[in-house]
């Protein structure tokens, strides 16, 4: 019972203390409310090295399983144990961490993200298919923008940016506001889920 | 034997690549001049930042991260520039990891080159994490929400922090979002009265419009084109306009595909063998 | 060429994972480790440097006790790796996601409903523009929230449906529009980089 009552409560407190303190000027249940929010960071702090400590179990294991393709395996090991003992005993203000972060990390992760503009030049050739109305609206409105978004809409005709603009302004704004909408409705009901114990799987609770 | 539209419809997509590569590298290399558009939420931001009165306290939330670098740090050095010349206190925070070591760069690269001091000027709050709940603190007591600053001295002994008392005592604050930390700006920060601008990649601009069309977000610098025309505004070129023929061409290369990819596809189906390049 | 090791590091990473767009090989392996073990070393590092400045120096310092029960949770968490006593680490993912919960509930209560919905409410249906804004928004809040006008016509119906889903076509192809134009500024850094920064052929 202890598995299943205590997480709950839990979720319970700590969710209604803060939402509660939004409505009423009390000074103790502000200031526990304050606490709250400042613990979760603390928290959260912790939980930013469960990934790293997961790869590490994870790639250990293969190693100990696998026979061949060690290599990648053991350099990932290397660079997350190295570059976290130099983080911790270095400071991550240390020339060194610095040097490796906007040298290394920094042009890696750039490229993996822009790696995704090839994969759409390769999706416009061979995917994406104007086979009914509904294709024509979505590809003729995205061509609108793409285009009037940059120099060379402006160049064509002076009114491709204006048309982009509205565009934005009215079509695309208003369904985004709805989806807003029915997002926030749908957070405030899985919200209150969470804080009356009817949500536990989003804590791992059965 | 194949039909043009089958050779077509199946080219290789290396080759697709590599058109696309010298699409952007030729302009990059041989500008060609194209105009800048200059979107109406640019100027808004543009505006916003030019009515501060001088000497503001201005909260700069700075959550690039390498994955927006090429869209949110110029943005960040044009934007970042004009409050500087406007002689903003800038208080720098972040949200993210990734964030906290373009702030440490925005104040050795942009801040201290333009002749700011640190602890002075500007100041590097620590690193904590989690959006929401550090705005929701932030916004209900800043003084409290952060204790120290990115070196670990305590906020107290810093002189830019002891214009901050609360939350009303910044005049703007200006977030390099995240889709998760603009939302955080908008349900936090925004209701304490507080103008927001923000810079975005343009991946979030169209779920960020409607909190720009309600006024929750007062002005709105989305991707290298918005960095650019930010760059124009403040008569600054930089890099974002360096790379908007770039831009130009490669939306072009963007359209020719998906054309050319239909006209296979169009000439396949009338044939009757099928749509050429189908994807199963 | 750049004569900075720095650069040429950058480079070499840059290089070796675009090899990946021709053909699987070792360099991309060995550069998509290193990237993710740096990754993930840095996002401890920072947890670390948090903890310690926000949690253990004021305990330590400033005899703040309190502060014991989110360093508690906190290793907990950690829990989650043992067989035994894995279900612990369920009390501070519940403390993460109640307080996550209690948050929420104000933030899109005011921000997303009722500024959004205050501002709708301003639009005119006398205006052109607000006219469409106000069709499209409410046919899409009808296409999501599975509403149905009682007694309409299956024609209303019908009609509102198409309309709802004209305009999410509209809004989704400038998602694309603005999408496309997000991940090539992405490769125009890269290519700024390599060959203004590594080979200056950019000026």
């Known amino acids: 019972m202890l598995r299943r009552e205590v997480p709950v409560a839990v979720a319970f407190i700590s969710g209604a203390v803060v939402l509660i303190a939004y409505f009423l000027p009390d000074r103790a249940i502000?200031?526990?409310?304050?606490?709250?929010?400042?613990?979760?960071?603390?928290?959260?702090?912790?939980?930013?090295?469960?990934?790293a400590v997961n790869l590490i179990n994870i790639t250990t294991r293969r190693l100990r399983v696998q026979r061949g393709g060690r290599v990648p395996n053991v350099l990932l090991l290397v660079c997350l144990i190295g570059y976290s003992l130099l983080g911790v005993f270095l400071g991550s203000q240390h020339t060194m961490y610095r040097y490796i972060y906007n040298n290394i990390y920094t042009a890696a992760s750039s490229t993996v993200f822009s790696l995704n503009a090839f994969f759409i030049a390769s999706a416009a050739y061979r995917s994406f298919r104007v086979k009914n109305i509904q294709a024509i609206i979505f590809f003729v409105s995205g061509f609108l923008v793409l285009i009037g978004q940059v120099g060379i809409g402006a160049a064509i005709w002076s009114g491709f940016p204006r048309v982009a603009q509205w565009i934005m302004a009215v079509p695309n704004t208003a369904v985004m506001r709805a989806i807003v909408i029915g997002a926030a409705l749908g957070t405030i009901s899985t919200s209150i889920r969470v804080l009356i114990g009817a949500e536990r799987a989003s804590f791992g609770a059965e | 034997m194949s039909t043009w539209h089958e050779r077509l419809g199946n080219l290789d997509r290396r080759l697709i690549y590599v058109f696309l590569i010298v699409g952007l590298l030729v302009p990059l290399i041989r500008p060609i001049g194209l105009p800048l558009v200059i979107d109406p939420m640019v100027r808004a931001a543009y505006g916003a930042i030019d009515a501060l009165p001088d000497g503001s306290l201005v909260v700069f939330a700075c959550n690039v991260n390498p994955g927006t670098e090429a869209e949110n740090w110029p943005s960040a050095v044009a934007m970042g520039s004009h409050l500087i010349a406007k002689k903003c206190k800038i208080i720098v925070l972040t949200l993210y990891a990734d964030g906290w070591m373009y702030a440490d760069r925005f104040i050795r690269e942009v801040a201290t080159p333009l002749g700011y001091k640190y602890g002075q000027d500007i100041a590097l709050l620590e690193f904590k994490a989690g959006v929401q709940n550090i705005l929701a603190a932030f916004a209900k007591d800043p003084v409290g929400a952060f204790s120290k600053d990115y070196k670990g001295a305590a906020l107290s002994s810093l002189p830019v922090m002891q214009s901050l008392k609360t939350i009303k005592d910044v005049k703007m604050y200006y977030d390099i979002v995240q889709l998760e930390s603009a939302k955080a700006a908008v349900a936090m920060i925004e209701p304490t009265g507080v103008p927001v601008i923000a810079a975005a990649t343009a991946v979030f601009a169209p779920e960020l419009?409607?909190?720009?069309?309600?006024?929750?977000?007062?002005?709105?610098?989305?991707?290298?084109?918005?960095?650019?025309?930010?760059?124009?505004?403040?008569?600054?070129?930089?890099?974002?306009?360096?790379?908007?023929?770039?831009?130009?061409?490669?939306?072009?290369?963007?359209?020719?595909?998906?054309?050319?990819?239909?006209?296979?596809?169009?000439?396949?189906?009338?044939?009757?063998?099928?749509?050429?390049?189908?994807?199963? | 060429?750049?004569?900075?090791?720095?650069?040429?590091?950058?480079?070499?990473?840059?290089?070796?994972?675009?090899?990946?767009l021709f053909k699987e090989n070792q360099f991309f392996e060995a550069a998509q480790s290193v990237f993710v073990g740096l990754a993930a070393a840095h996002t401890l590092v920072l947890g670390y440097q948090s903890i310690v400045q926000s949690a253990w120096q004021p305990l330590v310092?400033?005899?703040?006790?309190?502060?014991?029960?989110?360093?508690?949770?906190?290793?907990?968490?950690?829990?989650?790796?043992?067989?035994?006593?894995?279900?612990?680490?369920?009390?501070?993912?519940?403390?993460?996601?109640?307080?996550?919960?209690?948050?929420?509930?104000?933030?899109?209560?005011?921000?997303?409903?009722?500024?959004?919905?205050?501002?709708?409410?301003?639009?005119?249906?006398?205006?052109?523009?607000?006219?469409?804004?106000?069709?499209?928004?409410?046919?899409?809040?009808?296409?999501?929230?599975?509403?149905?006008?009682?007694?309409?016509?299956?024609?209303?119906?019908?009609?509102?449906?198409?309309?709802?889903?004209?305009?999410?076509?509209?809004?989704?192809?400038?998602?694309?529009?603005?999408?496309?134009?997000?991940?090539?500024?992405?490769?125009?850094?890269?290519?700024?980089?390599?060959?203004?920064?590594?080979?200056?052929?950019?000026?």
């Open chain 2, 209 to 280: 419009a409607p909190y720009a069309a309600s006024g929750q977000i007062k002005g709105f610098v989305v991707g290298l084109a918005g960095s650019a025309a930010y760059e124009s505004l403040i008569n600054k070129p930089g890099r974002a306009t360096a790379g908007m023929d770039a831009q130009s061409i490669g939306h072009l290369v963007i359209g020719v595909c998906v054309i050319l990819g239909n006209i296979a596809y169009g000439a396949s189906r009338r044939s009757g063998k099928g749509g050429a390049g189908d994807v199963h």
């Open chain 3, 61 to 203: 310092a400033k005899g703040q006790l309190a502060l014991l029960v989110p360093i508690i949770l906190g290793l907990l968490l950690y829990t989650r790796f043992t067989k035994t006593h894995g279900w612990l680490s369920r009390v501070p993912m519940a403390f993460l996601v109640g307080s996550a919960a209690g948050v929420s509930v104000k933030a899109v209560l005011t921000a997303d409903l009722q500024k959004q919905i205050v501002s709708s409410m301003t639009l005119k249906w006398s205006n052109p523009n607000d006219f469409v804004f106000l069709l499209f928004l409410l046919s899409t809040l009808s296409y999501f929230l599975f509403l149905r006008a009682k007694g309409a016509p299956g024609a209303v119906q019908a009609g509102v449906s198409v309309i709802g889903t004209w305009a999410m076509m509209t809004a989704f192809g400038a998602a694309l529009g603005f999408t496309v134009m997000g991940r090539l500024s992405l490769l125009i850094g890269r290519l700024q980089f390599l060959f203004g920064s590594w080979i200056p052929l950019i000026k």
């Open chain 3, 1 to 20: 060429m750049s004569t900075d090791l720095g650069v040429w590091l950058g480079a070499f990473m840059t290089i070796s994972l675009y090899s990946v």
């Open chain 1, 30 to 51: 502000n200031q526990f409310s304050q606490d709250i929010l400042l613990w979760r960071a603390i928290v959260a702090a912790f939980a930013l090295g469960l990934g």
